[in-house]
């Protein structure tokens, strides 16, 4: 696709510039390092842009901190206090979603996770953000938490122009099949390889 220009025009009856402004489902997946990083770099764009981003992560613990976290809560309050870019909104799994209020030592992961996807499905209803990372959100698929068919169903009927970007290994064959952008990551070299821990400013 040489400088963004693409090799075949389909017969779709719809203007260049419907096509060019069509909500983009994109899937990282596989087993290469990388996934995540590349879903929020296209959220960087999209918050330049002035878009509405919210992040969900499914997967990571709350006390893992990752370095995009706290850049983007940063480039939020950026957008409160002068109008640049975006609004942002970043919820984790492992700490509790913020719309819920459950009580109890025991969490069960699932039900969680479920509870975090219901709530995507609303906001993707009232068309709440432009931009939405469902990082490591393959996995709840992967296990069986979250019905794939339903997922698919959801993304595909969403209205307006609402991008999502779904990361994590082991993507489901029936949503790399309905995305319109699948990556692949394969890892060729990795320092643990080596026997080396992940480092402060790369993998954190």
Known sequence: MP???????????????????????????????????AAFGMALRAWNQGFDVAVFQFVKSAKWKVGEESAFRELGKLHEEHGVGGPVQWHKMGSGWSWTRKHGSEIDHAET???????????????????YVLD???????????????????????????????????????????????????KVKHPMDAGRKGQRGIEW
Request: aromatic share 6%; net charge negative; charged share 25%.
């Open 3 to 37: 400088q963004g220009q693409p090799l075949t025009v389909p017969n779709d009856g719809l203007t260049t510039k419907a096509r060019r402004n069509a909500p983009l489902l994109a899937v990282h997946t596989g087993p290469g390092k990388g996934k995540s990083t």
């Open 113 to 131: 996770a479920r509870d975090g996807w219901a709530e995507i499905s609303r906001r993707i209803a009232e068309e709440r953000h432009d931009f």
């Open 136 to 186: 490591e959100f393959t996995y709840p698929l992967k296990w069986g938490w979250i019905s794939v068919d339903e997922v698919i169903a959801t993304l595909a009927d969403r209205p307006g122009n609402q991008h999502v970007v779904i990361t994590g290994r082991d993507a489901p064959q029936a949503l790399i099949d309905a995305a319109d952008l699948v990556t692949e990551m394969t």
